[in-house]
């Protein structure tokens, strides 16, 4: 079993800081990729960020020189700090594990586990 579990999120007014947590266990536990990504109703998920095991990350134009993902390998666990955030930051964000290297990490279909999703409002 893989669980990945997402928290940290709430409502906050534009201009401010969320800071989300995703904790892996189980066969999570050793992603290769981490990634976040958010949904709004009627909408695609969309890709925000993702880092490897090494620590490269990548982000969306959207929301690039904002927000900063990070991982701590050995507490399994990757968070995504939310800064000058805007209305359209709005969604329910998924946190998602790669578990073999390969592929583009801003692309949805990569990933082997997603968590339940934590929404974050953006209040303008």
């Known amino acids: 079993q893989a669980q990945l579990v997402e928290s940290g999120g709430g409502l906050v007014r534009a201009g401010g800081s969320l800071k989300l947590t995703c904790v892996a266990s189980?066969?999570?536990?050793?992603?290769?990729?981490m990634g976040w990504f958010r949904q709004v109703p009627g909408e695609e998920r969309e890709f925000v960020a993702a880092?490897?095991?090494?620590?490269?990350?990548v982000y969306a134009d959207s929301v690039k020189d904002r927000f900063t993902i990070s991982r701590d390998v050995a507490r399994n666990l990757a968070t995504l700090e939310m800064n000058s955030l805007k209305p359209e930051d709005t969604g329910l964000y998924y946190c998602?594990?790669?578990?073999?290297?390969?592929?583009?990490?801003?692309?949805?279909?990569?990933?082997?586990?997603w968590g339940q999703g934590t929404q974050d409002t953006v209040s303008s």
């Open positions: 998602a594990a790669q578990m073999v290297p390969g592929g583009d990490l801003r692309e949805y279909g990569v990933y082997d586990y």
């Open positions: 189980g066969r999570a536990f050793s992603a290769h990729g």
């Open positions: 880092i490897t095991w090494r620590g490269t990350a």
